[in-house]
């Protein structure tokens, strides 16, 4: 598992490392399992920056679940989900071929990248009465356990 190698982490952290000099890292023990946690503030072109935490759960290491500050009601955003107490992000459908959603060799920088979008637009949408840029797929009938988005 690549979270255990620390050379191949290393290649897939590197260019997010350079982007974010306040990158952080953590790995916290999680009942039976462990999760690594990446954490760095995050720009959001014509909003204010915010906090983005990339959670990799152990088990199904290819599969992060991403989390941003900022609003916790599910209704401030169609494309977040309830977990622990928090909302993590919905960037991506969860059956879309990997072109459209991230995969491992992308690295970290560019699952950044797709928080600042997906970010950017969760606050156009809150000013300009519910308009979400870009495609939405349906919600309702997916189990969140393995899904992004």
């Given amino acids: 598992m690549w979270l255990e190698d620390g050379p191949r982490r290393g290649r897939i952290e590197a260019a997010a490392r350079r982007a974010y ?3 952080t890292y953590t790995r916290r023990r999680r009942a039976d399992h462990y999760v690594s946690v990446y954490r760095t503030l995050v720009d959001v072109p014509g909003y204010e920056e915010r906090e983005v935490t990339i959670e990799f759960d152990h088990r199904y290491s290819t599969t992060p679940k991403i989390f941003a500050d900022g609003p916790s009601d599910p209704s401030a955003s169609p494309h977040r989900y309830p977990d622990r107490g928090r909302t993590h992000l919905c960037i991506w459908y969860p059956h879309d071929p990997s072109p459209r959603t991230w995969v491992l060799e992308d690295g970290l920088l560019a699952l950044f990248g797709m928080a600042a979008e997906h970010l950017f ?5 809150r000013e300009h009465d519910h308009q979400w840029l870009g495609e939405e797929y349906p919600h309702g009938e997916l189990s ?3 899904e992004t988005g």
Avoid: R
């Fill in 21 to 23: 000099p306040n990158l």
């Fill in 121 to 125: 637009k969760e606050a156009w949408w």
């Fill in 144 to 146: 969140h356990e393995k």
